[in-house]
């Protein structure tokens, strides 16, 4: 008999251990597909995918691209994925996430959107000194770099300019927030905020990510926090997301949202196991 659920990665990190885990203790049957495997027909019928699949998938894959249109090809075939297709492609690029915050009122740092050197360094120069430059599409603080200086500014601008890479004629530059040595991520399941940290920014880097060594501690999850984040999360099409967020002088900012979230540095400040609230999440909806 087919299962119902199945789990699509690239990687078997933490999290991935965690659900798998989390779907036995709950007794649900599903299966694993490691993504660099699948080979998938353009002429596959619904039923064939589905007997293979199941009609509801979590796809977990780190590579954004590889993730999304996996999902996509799932979609069409008449299957459920959480995160869809849709919430991947905005949350995977800066540029649509960003859009989407304006677009709802959410609070966002002012970013430039420039497609030159010259109106990079252009942008630079209105938003001020520092200014951080950032990939439109990426994780784990890579290549988000301090613009502290114009010759700093100019040389790094020229650097990705020159680079041969689908967006380096792309540039995303953001207000620096003067904010505490920390931002806040929070994990979302469906509509409920199951937990949040501060991640301290390490000694020798001032990007606060996890990967980077930031520093973890609780974080509250007070009224306002609760209500901006699901905010943020239904902008992008909801789902099993990250919403990470600052402490500006006006309130809280978001600055990012995380499509395929890890969550074991939020799982150490839960009452929760959070996998085990992301498998009874994909159960209820898969039976909808």
């Not at 699948?38 to 954004?64: K, P, Y």
């Not at 915050?101 to 252009?122: H, M, Q, R, V």
Request: aromatic share 10%; proline share 2%.
């Amino acid at each position: 008999m087919t299962n119902r659920i199945s789990i699509i990665y690239d990687r078997v990190r933490w999290e991935e251990k965690e659900i798998f885990n989390a779907f036995k203790e709950r007794n649900i049957p599903f299966s694993k597909h490691d993504a660099k495997a699948l080979v998938l027909r353009s002429d596959d019928s619904d039923e064939s995918i589905q007997s293979s699949f199941g009609t509801s998938i979590i796809q977990r894959c780190i590579s954004h691209y590889r993730g999304m249109l996996i999902s996509h090809y799932l979609e069409s075939k008449n299957c459920l994925v959480v995160n869809s297709s849709n919430t991947s492609r905005i949350c995977g690029n800066k540029f649509l996430s960003t859009l989407k915050f304006e677009e709802l009122g959410i609070k966002t740092p002012l970013t430039l959107f420039s497609f030159s050197d010259k109106s990079a360094e252009d942008s630079v120069e209105e938003l001020g000194y520092p200014s951080v430059l950032k990939p439109i599409v990426g994780s784990w603080g890579r290549g988000v770099v301090k613009l502290n200086d114009k010759d700093s500014a100019k040389a790094l601008i020229e650097m990705r300019y020159n680079d041969d890479g689908l967006f380096s004629k792309i540039f995303y530059i953001q207000q620096h927030i003067n904010r505490p040595p920390r931002d806040i991520r929070t994990v979302v399941v469906g509509n409920e905020v199951v937990g949040a940290e501060y991640r301290y920014s390490s000694n020798d880097d001032w990007r606060t990510n996890f990967s980077l060594g930031a520093k973890l501690e609780n974080c509250p999850i007070t009224k306002e926090l609760e209500e901006i984040v699901l905010k943020a999360s239904d902008s992008v099409g909801g789902g099993i997301l990250g919403v990470d967020l600052m402490e500006g002088e006006d309130g809280f900012l978001v600055h990012e949202i995380n499509n395929n979230v890890e969550f074991k540095g939020v799982s150490k400040f839960t009452k929760d196991n959070i996998a085990y609230k992301i498998v009874d999440y994909v159960d209820h909806i898969s039976k909808r």
